[in-house]
């Protein structure tokens, strides 16, 4: 399924066609995070993702013109399609060749995630990222909702329309 | 080696998230709609969230998926940012692809 | 005393320096004293040295007076140091002595010039240069003095400038002179990186006990040949000794017969011990050269007309014989040679410039004659001056000339034949110049008209103050020879006088053939001479058979046009092809270095499309590969 909705992202000339796709994809991220043991990752995913950032970009796809249809046949630039192609081949060889070599290389383990039968009730899993956020990476939240405010006060200045006169 | 029994492995997940990568990549470079472009960045960082997540359950440890949940922050307020700037620079221009946008050129 | 050596120089300087300052309000011939009082002073102070140091015992009489510190530069020491030793101070007194009376004469030869105290300026400052070269302790003092004489040659070759040949003549000196100081910078550069240093007592100390290797010394040696070449106008650097009489007369009295051409004589002579650490061939190249040239020199010499080409010329072959002298090891005979022919060659132009004096500075040797009756001290001592340089004794020039020829016979028997038959030659010429210009039918009258409305034209005596040089000249023409006479050992004065500079060099020839029998090689030396006059006497004079005088050496074998032809055709073709090549290859590669980054970066301009999407795929395969480089680093090496 994420692989179906990926391919339909690259390839649908829509750009709202692209971004349910999109969607697709994301619901099928989420789905593996829960398989994952990332409960409250899962619940983020869906949220924020599907439901926000996709939202925004269908949003900004019907203001600047619903039927902005691209042509997918020609290729303006010369050998940009081939030489795609290649890169991304290499690049999944090469990830893969990396991944079938490390197997087995990460011996370290950690505190370990918690498994429901470990710790009480099912909110195990959001609990332990509660803990970790809020002790040990306490600043990195803190200015990574500056950075959400910023770029909210930034955007709304990029975007505004420029009066004739001061702005 | 992969195991090739049909219960997933970490393995199997971590090459699911290089392929997902290598198809935002090949979206990125062709596509020439930018909100396109943008769809499959979002691709890609999708898939550097699954492969943290299978690693932060292989290896028993939390700080994965802590770095997913920023990773997830920060990808929203990227996506703010620059569905701004293509807002700014797409509205007086129409049919616009990312290939006009070559004012830099040497 | 000693220590008041470096006064010696700077008398002419200072003498220099107030004609520079107030030569005009000086005038005619106050400037003209200035300079002359300068410059005896000098001497006086050098004939004090002289005697201090025959006080002292023969090892000690090496004094260096150093004034300062030249060039302190890491590794080269130079210092700007004065030596006062048998050989500097023997050069010295003979120049300082020799330039007095020039500068006397020139009072009376140069009145009436309207750049008298000039002259004087160009004098004494010649005079300081040539005391820095003979006095100079290190071999970058002596070159100073060496350009300085070559500057002061130029101005004053070129003295009258306003007439073309004169100033061709200084420019051709200068730029044939500096072919010889090429070589005697390059020795420098030789000797400093092979010795460490510049100083004569270095360099000959480092010859003596081995430390200059036999290859470093002989090409030392023969680079500064080539700097004497050119400084005393050796056979293929002479050419410009003849043109240089277009400058005044005492100017070529001083320079170019008694000074500055023996410059050459006294540095081979300095260098004695790394010629005689040099390979034979060393030696016999130079003593070629010297015979080679004193021969083609004597031959031209016979067919000249103008007075002062004839000595010109046979300066030019007297250096010669200097030059075979220091070939076959004989570096007294040389010295010898040398002090005596600056009195009597310095005697002769003095006579010559009395008799164009009186002439009216008429220079054509065929519109004189029978001018003995007129100037009758002016020929008196011009034929002891004559007789002086024909060899004939009991005149100095005879005693030289065969203590040079004994050594040349005892070293190589065919050069003792060439110096015979130069010897004849010599004698043949002078006695033509003398029965040409002092003998037989009086050939002024007819070309007086030539001289303007004088009236009538009769040369006459020149005044007193050109004339008493003349005399002092002519006694020592006569005596000059009693320095070194070959009686007995005992009378060998200066051989005993330069012994601690030379002694290790000089040739020993006590057991050859040639000493066992030098009285016989002496009676030779003087049946050669009156053959040789006695033949002139008969073609000119009686007019028994005819005057032989080709016209090929009249034009001095057609040297100056083949120079010429070769410089002008093919050397200016080589020049330009240099030119041509430092314009289009060497600019041309350096341009072209900036033009092919121009082109590349031209290209790689391209690679920036403006195109996103080229810059991302570029950024993409950039980071595959590195990953994949990661990856097979550990698989491939």
């Known amino acids: 399924m994420i692989l179906l909705g990926a391919v339909g992202v690259i390839v649908r000339k829509h750009p709202v066609h692209a971004a349910l796709s999109l969607v697709l994809t994301l619901f099928g991220v989420a789905v593996l995070f829960v398989a994952q043991e990332a409960h409250f990752l899962a619940a983020v995913q869906v949220i924020v993702y599907a439901g926000a950032i996709v939202v925004l970009f269908l949003f900004v796809i019907m203001l600047l013109g619903v039927d902005r249809v691209e042509n997918l046949r020609t290729e303006p630039l010369t050998a940009q399609r081939p030489l795609a192609i290649i890169t991304c081949l290499g690049l999944v060889g090469v990830l893969v060749a990396a991944i079938v070599n490390g197997n087995g290389v990460l011996n370290e383990r950690g505190e370990g995630i918690n498994l429901p039968d470990l710790q009480n009730g099912p909110d195990a899993n959001t609990v332990q990222l509660a803990e970790s956020i809020f002790s040990r990476y306490v600043v990195a939240f803190e200015v990574t909702s500056v950075l959400l405010v910023i770029a909210v006060v930034g955007t709304v200045l990029l975007t505004r329309k420029a009066k004739s006169s001061a702005k | ?106 | 005393m000693l220590d008041l050596i470096w006064f010696i120089p700077l008398l002419p300087l200072a003498g220099a320096v107030l004609n520079l300052a107030l030569g005009r309000k000086f005038g005619d011939p106050r400037a003209g004293w200035v300079a002359t009082i300068a410059t005896a002073s000098s001497f006086l102070l050098t004939v004090l040295v002289y005697f201090e140091m025959l006080g002292l015992d023969a090892e000690e009489r090496s004094h260096v007076e150093t004034l300062f510190s030249w060039l302190p530069v890491g590794s080269l020491q130079v210092d700007f140091a004065l030596l006062a030793d048998p050989l500097s101070v023997t050069m010295a007194l003979f120049i300082t002595g020799i330039s007095t009376l020039i500068h006397l004469y020139a009072i009376g030869y140069m009145h009436g010039d309207d750049k008298f105290s000039k002259f004087f300026l160009y004098l004494n400052l010649f005079v300081f240069s040539m005391l820095m070269l003979v006095l100079g302790e290190n071999l970058l003092v002596t070159f100073l003095g060496w350009e300085g004489v070559g500057a002061c040659s130029y101005f004053l070759i070129s003295f009258w400038h306003t007439r073309n040949s004169a100033a061709v003549a200084g420019k051709k000196a200068f730029v044939t002179n500096r072919i010889g100081d090429f070589g005697v910078m390059t020795a420098m550069f030789l000797a400093f990186s092979a010795v460490g240093s510049l100083s004569y007592s270095a360099i000959n100390e480092a010859a003596h006990s081995g430390e200059l290797a036999s290859v470093t010394a002989t090409a030392i040696a023969m680079l500064l040949f080539v700097g004497a070449c050119g400084k005393s106008a050796q056979l293929p650097l002479y050419l410009w000794l003849p043109d240089a009489m277009e400058g005044p007369t005492p100017v070529s009295a001083l320079i170019h017969a008694a000074t500055m051409v023996t410059s050459g004589v006294f540095l081979m002579t300095r260098i004695n011990p790394v010629l005689h650490i040099s390979y034979d061939w060393a030696s016999t190249v130079i003593a070629v050269v010297g015979a080679a040239t004193a021969l083609y020199a004597a031959t031209i010499a016979v067919a000249q007309n103008d007075i002062k080409k004839v000595l010109a010329y046979s300066t030019v072959s007297q250096l010669g014989f200097m030059f075979l002298a220091i070939g076959s090891g004989a570096y007294v005979a040389a010295i010898f040679h040398m002090v005596t022919h600056a009195f009597f060659k310095a005697l002769l132009f003095l006579g010559s410039g009395s008799v164009i004096h009186g002439m009216h500075h008429e220079q054509d040797m065929r519109k004189m004659g029978a001018l003995r009756k007129a100037m009758p001290i002016t020929g008196f001592t011009f034929i002891i001056g004559w007789l002086a340089i024909a060899g004939v004794p009991p005149f100095a020039g005879f005693w030289s000339k065969d203590e040079i020829l004994l050594y040349v016979y005892a070293n190589n028997p065919v050069l003792y034949v060439v110096g015979l038959v130069t010897a004849l030659l010599t004698a043949y010429y002078m006695t033509r110049q003398v029965i040409m210009v002092f003998y037989g039918k009086a050939r002024w009258s007819d070309h007086s008209e030539d001289h303007g409305a004088h009236g009538e034209f009769s040369p006459h005596e020149s005044p007193k103050v050109m004339l008493i040089p003349l005399v002092v000249l002519a006694v020592l023409s006569i005596f000059g020879g009693a320095m070194q006479l070959p009686f007995s050992k005992k009378l060998h004065f200066l051989e005993h006088w330069l012994a601690p500079v030379v002694e290790e060099s000089e040739a020993y020839i006590g057991k050859t053939w040639a000493y066992q029998n030098k009285y016989l090689l002496l009676v030779v030396a003087i049946i050669v001479a009156l053959t040789g006059i006695l033949i002139s006497i008969a073609v000119y004079a009686k007019a028994k058979f005819k005057v032989v005088e080709p016209k090929i050496l009249e034009q001095a074998w057609k040297y100056d046009a083949t120079v010429s032809r070769v410089v002008g055709g093919p050397g200016a073709a080589a020049f330009n092809l240099i030119a041509w090549i430092d314009a289009n290859i060497v600019d041309g590669i350096v341009n072209g270095v900036g033009e092919s980054i121009r082109g590349a970066a031209g290209s790689v301009r391209r690679i920036q499309s403006g195109f996103v999407r080229t810059y991302a795929l570029l950024i993409s395969l950039g980071t595959v590969l590195i990953l994949a480089w990661f990856l097979l680093r550990g698989v491939l090496l």
């Open chain 2, 1 to 106: 080696m992969i195991s090739l029994s049909l219960t997933p492995t970490s393995s199997w997940y971590l090459i699911l998230s290089a392929v997902l990568f290598a198809i935002g990549t090949f979206g990125v470079l062709v596509r020439r709609n930018p909100l396109v472009m943008f769809m499959c960045i979002e691709l890609m960082l999708n898939a550097v969230n699954l492969s943290f997540v299978t690693l932060a359950r292989e290896l028993n440890d939390i700080n994965g998926q802590t770095i997913v949940f920023f990773v997830m922050v920060v990808a929203a307020a990227e996506v703010v940012v620059g569905l701004g700037i293509i807002v700014s620079i797409m509205r007086n221009r129409s049919a616009m692809t990312v290939d006009d946008l070559a004012e830099l050129k040497g």
